[in-house]
């Protein structure tokens, strides 16, 4: 198994432009989040999904959108690029809780972005 | 809403020697508590939970107790290695849909 995998690993861009993040996990998971990286921070979720065809808002939301068109892809979209989106976004995938036992998140290794 | 509050770091050790890093979190109801640990260069990966008070988690030498009367999670090990040497990350989880809160992670840097 691959895992999570993320594409691409980095990327430059202008402020403006527009780019989609892909991530694919194939442990046939229910739930996948994004999240960003930013140094003092720590993760701050952007957006996630608890099934196909279905997304939510986390904490950081504007200027980013997403799509779970397939359960085993998220897709992150920057329609605008700004120099505060430079960041290293990583997504993660993790079961369906069961009860009230949360389920361990699996991350990827990552998609550092710089927008100039 | 959820937080969780760690030691700045970066923390200095000389190989072999204790490691506390300390993890404090406010939250609602029972949330379950994790540590991840970030290698350079890569993504997270988890190294221990507990999902309820006085559990103890532990992963290749690590523990942390679940204290909920102290609200706190902290990482321990006995004698760390050069290999030891990353970023940890304390997290606790919302409540429903799986959310999870993460700490702003502490450096660890460990030195033969």
């Known amino acids: 198994n691959a895992g999570v995998t993320q594409t691409p690993k980095f990327r430059v861009l202008k402020t403006g432009q527009s780019m989609t993040l892909l991530c694919a996990q194939d442990m046939n998971h229910e739930y996948m989040y994004w999240y960003r990286q930013d140094p003092g921070m720590g993760l701050r979720l952007i957006h996630y999904?608890?099934?196909?065809?279905?997304?939510a808002k986390g904490e950081v939301p504007d200027g980013y959108n997403v799509s779970r068109l397939k359960k085993q892809n998220f897709l992150l979209g920057l329609e605008s690029a700004a120099p505060s989106q430079t960041s290293v976004y990583f997504c993660?995938?993790?079961?369906?809780?069961?009860?009230?036992?949360?389920?361990?998140?699996?991350f990827g290794p990552g998609t550092r972005l710089l927008v100039l | 809403g959820n937080s969780v509050t760690q030691m700045e770091g970066p923390v200095t050790l000389s190989e072999e020697a204790f490691l506390t890093i300390n993890c404090t979190y406010t939250?609602?109801?029972?949330?379950?508590l994790f540590w991840y640990v970030q290698y350079p260069g890569e993504g997270l990966q988890l190294l221990l939970k507990?999902?309820?008070?006085?559990d103890k988690g532990s992963n290749k030498g690590f523990e942390a107790t679940y204290r909920k009367e102290t609200t706190s999670f902290h990482l321990e090990k006995g004698s760390v290695q050069v290999s030891d040497s990353a970023v940890y990350f304390c997290?606790?989880?919302?409540?429903?849909?799986?959310?999870?809160?993460f700490g702003k992670g502490t450096m660890l840097l460990v030195s033969p």
């Open positions: 999904s608890v099934g196909e065809g279905t997304t």
């Open positions: 939250a609602t109801g029972y949330p379950s």
């Open positions: 993660a995938s993790s079961y369906a809780p069961q009860g009230r036992i949360v389920e361990t998140q699996y």
């Open positions: 997290a606790l989880s919302g409540s429903g849909y799986s959310t999870l809160t």
């Open positions: 507990a999902t309820k008070a006085d």
